[in-house]
Nanobody
Framework: QVQLVESGGGLVQAGGSLRLSCAAS????????MGWFRQAPGKEREFVGAKTWSGGSTDYADSVKGRFTISRDSAKNTVYLQMNSLKPEDTAVYYC????????????WGQGTQVTVSS
């Protein structure tokens, strides 16, 4: 059974930084893409960024390009979302997700972690 567990959320002032972690377990993820999504109150869940586990391509939403970075530690089976220059509009619940790299649909989701950016 695939499990994705996020951690690292919290309250930060605008301009600050946070690093989210997503610990993945349950299978080998070498053929998977790992993604980050977020959902703000009253809004739909939106794509933040994604990276193939093999370390190939990385994509980011325009709203976070240049500020957020996705990385992974294969030894720890963990994916990270480094968030810098945070803005109040980055406030949301952040979710980690996984899918086979050959598929479009995200099959597995974490429980989410709250990020709040104060102005």
């Amino acid at each position: 059974q695939v499990q994705l567990v996020e951690s690292g959320g919290g309250l930060v002032q605008a301009g600050g930084s946070l690093r989210l972690s997503c610990a993945a377990s349950g299978r080998t993820f070498s053929n998977y893409a790992m993604g980050w999504f977020r959902q703000a109150p009253g809004k739909e869940r939106e794509f933040v960024g994604a990276k193939t586990w093999s370390g190939g391509s990385t994509d980011y939403a325009d709203s976070v390009k240049g500020r957020f970075t996705i990385s992974r530690d294969s030894a720890k089976n963990t994916v990270y979302l480094q968030m810098n220059s945070l803005k109040p509009e980055d406030t949301a619940v952040y979710y980690c997700a996984a899918r086979l790299a050959s598929r479009l649909a995200w099959d597995y989701w974490g429980q989410g972690t709250q990020v709040t950016v104060s102005s």
